[in-house]
Every structure is written in structure tokens, then in C-alpha cells.
């Protein structure tokens, strides 16, 4: 009987206790690593709002940020530049990044907000899905 409470006391203290990998506190703040970025979309599900340098658009670096940490970087190539054979060397995630849990790539043939002209995204989060769907 008695191990069956200390399993039971090991279970809820399992429970109560917040999962690190379910936290974003160990992103970077978007203070921190862009400060003079500017909002350019609302909150997008699983991903944020969108921030950027105006400078650097339309291939970015673009800031994913869900309660003011990054949780991914967004770049935009224009699929008449990658048509033409354009060269893309050295791109900055201008920031220290955390892991790299996954990057999509997603064409978008009608472009994204003021770029009406196909384009590819490539993202790199640094939180899980799951995480991500819970903000």
C-alpha cells in the first residue's frame, strides 16, 4: 500500500509542475533582438504576431512573436527571384537563435500582405507545435 502512495504523490507533483519544454521564457525577447522592428500582421495561430525591420522586407528576417518572444523567423523569397536563379548566401536570423525544432516551407502563389506576387516562406521555430497551438 504504501508504494502506491508515493506513486500517487510522484504522479501529482508531476502534474502540478509546469513542463519547461511548454514554456516560452527561454526565447529571446523581441526587444532584445529587434527593437526597432515594426508590427506587420495580427497574431497568426501557431506562429504570432509578425515583426519586421521595414528595411528587410520582403526577405526578412521576420520576427514570429507570441507574448514578446521569438518563436520562429520567417524569411519570403520572391519565386521570380528563385525563376531567375537568384543567390541567397549569408542571411542573418539577425539574433542569436535557440534549437531549431522544425522549418517549413510553404509556397504562397498570391503572395502575403504588400507582396502580391508568388513567393516561398521558409520558417524556423524554435518551440514544438503543440506549444505553439496553446498560444
Not at 521595414?54 to 507570441?66: D, E, H, M, Q
Request: aromatic share 8%; glycine share 4%; proline share 10%.
Amino acid at each position: 500500500m504504501k508504494p502506491r502512495i508515493v506513486l500517487l504523490s510522484a504522479a501529482c507533483v508531476a502534474l502540478a509542475a509546469p513542463a519547461v519544454a511548454d514554456d516560452l521564457s527561454h526565447l529571446p525577447l523581441l526587444s532584445d533582438v529587434a527593437p526597432n522592428a515594426v508590427a506587420i500582421s495580427p497574431h497568426v495561430p501557431h506562429m504570432g504576431a509578425h515583426w519586421a525591420e521595414p528595411a528587410n522586407l520582403p526577405l526578412g528576417p521576420i520576427y514570429c512573436v507570441i507574448d514578446d518572444r521569438v518563436v520562429c523567423v520567417e524569411y519570403m523569397f520572391l519565386a521570380s527571384d528563385l525563376a531567375a536563379g537568384t543567390d541567397w548566401t549569408d542571411i542573418s536570423p539577425g539574433m542569436e537563435t535557440p534549437a531549431v525544432t522544425r522549418i517549413d516551407m510553404e509556397y504562397k502563389a498570391d503572395g502575403v500582405g504588400p507582396f502580391q506576387e508568388p513567393l516561398y516562406q521558409i520558417h524556423l521555430y524554435f518551440a514544438d507545435a503543440h506549444v505553439l497551438a496553446a498560444h
